[in-house]
């Protein structure tokens, strides 16, 4: 009996060391040696994280797997590795920054089969990608996104709101719009999708924010909870088959049908980057500039004629003007209203929404009667103001190049493409076209009804702006039970992460709390004036819109005035103080003036504002728009304020219940 207990003790030896010898494993730290990474090569292939020490995701398998056969992470047979060392200032144009630090750690994996796996530590982040160098073209049938957490952590996660529950086909037809729900991991829907960004709570001030980057012509990662503990698992909409015009005004391509692989390569690629963002603050959150980072730098060596600012919009407000003597509706008059009203303000441009081409038609060639879009293309350009045109997806992919020719040649400035609606990959390649061909013939692109940003904006700086987000046009039909001012508190934490966000703010008719109510016609905010007034700055948008309508703005020349000269894009910003869900303070410079905005749940709170950013020793002229002593009653009651600031002081401001404050330094 002895002599058999030896025996299994000496093969129990013999196994495990036999299987550390045929695993390796490496290590990767953030420049600050804050973060850490083990990546292990065995069986699979799978990494961890751990932040100053402490484990905050559990070693996590990746793999892709291709319709030859191979996998990608199994049994992989490692032929090479190269660490490397980066630390340089890029450009950033059309951003929250004119430039940005990119500092980090490489670890690239080769392997046999030609594909590597390439890590990268930062400072707030690790992440990781696929390679493939093989010229064979090939599909992927799935890719494996892991997520394993330690224990039943706490996750804040937007659900795709359509499609069947338990039913993921019919879910990947969404436009990625939907508010947040918090709950630990074991708690979540395993009936839904959960849409990228998402942010897990790992304990001690630990947040990751799950998000990618880089997403070209690859389908977006969705992430559920249907299969395992403690984990998130990825899945990606399959890629389509056969598809059917539809959907929206028949502006959309509907998937009927799709094949067994999500996508296609036909040569060597970089796959997109997978990314947990780690912040030991949420305000760091907030700052994170991962996104941006990782994404394929600029392809447009001119960028000269991109010209970011504000549109006057009219879809959100149904056309409303009054005091004038004409019917309002989409016709030349009252898009001539909004014309003179951008230029009085300095406003950019106006865009021409849904109902200038004509219906179900699909042909943006063909404008409706009461529209002569030449006239007011040339009416705009006297005034300084350039004409947005509004496009559906199918209407504009169908005749693409004709349409860019046409409009451009017209002298329209860009268009807002709407309704795509799809991630996978035929449509996330459509949007690098799009952004292509606008570029070709100089036209601005913004990219509503599709997903987060994903760095795309880099890429193609001509995209100045994204929707997938819960933006403010959702007052015009949601019930009271949506809690937008929740909502603003958290998506900068969150949603905004990934890149500018089509939020659409601006609204004059302001809702204190209980007095909200959904009215199409005549839409209103949640939460005070003020509140508003702050989103142009807490809220990243190259291309903004003032969604109210011209009468409601003119008799609010304060506020408006206001609006009309915060800037779009920055040369600085620092997230000064916030807490994911309860609110945020944001300051921002572009030149010589600074601009600082703040806002907070539906909990009254006080902020003091620390103004040791301001750098120089000398007193600054301040603006200050708060909330008044009633905007807890009444949501548009404000006072404007002339102050002086000095480096060293700390203003104190009271927000209201779903209030705010903003404040302009000079």
Known sequence: MKKLKIFLFFCVVVCTFTTMRAQKQFTLNSPDGKLQTTVTIGEKLTYDITCNGRQILASSPISMTLDNGEVWGEKAKLSGTAKKSIDRMVPSPFYRASELRDCYNELTLRFKKDWNVEFRAYNDGIVYRFVSRSKKPFNVVDEAVDYRFPNDMIATVPYVKSGKDGDFNSQFFNSFENTYTTDKLSKLNKQRL????????????????LTESDLENYPGLYLS??????????????YPKHTEQGGHNKLQMLVKEREAYIAKVDKPRNFPWRMAIVTTADKDLAASNLSYLLAAPSRLSDISWIKPGKVAWEWWNAWNLDGVDFVTGVNNATYKAYIDFAAAKGIEYVILDEGWAVNLKADLMQVVKEIDLKELVDYAASKNVGIILWAGYYAFDRDMENVCRHYAAMGVKGFKVDFMDRDDQEMT????????MCAKYKLILDLHGTHKPAGMNRTYPNVLNFEGVNGLEQMKWSPASLDQVKYDVMIPFIRQVSGPMDYTQGAMRNASKGNYYPCNSEPMSQGTRCRQLALYVVFESPFNMLCDNPGNYMREPESTDFIAGIPTVWDESIVLDGKMGEYIVTARRQGNVWYVGGITDWTARDIEVDCSFLGDDKTYNATLFKDGVNAHRIGRDYKRESLSIKKDGKLKIHLAPGGGFALQIK
């Open 194 to 209: 959960m849409f990228l960004p998402l942010v897990v709570d790992a304990g001690e001030g630990v947040k990751l924010c």
């Open 225 to 238: 909870v249907a299969e395992g503990e403690n984990s998130l698992k990825g899945t990606f909409a399959p």
């Open 429 to 436: 390649a459509f949007n690098y076209r799009a952004a292509e």
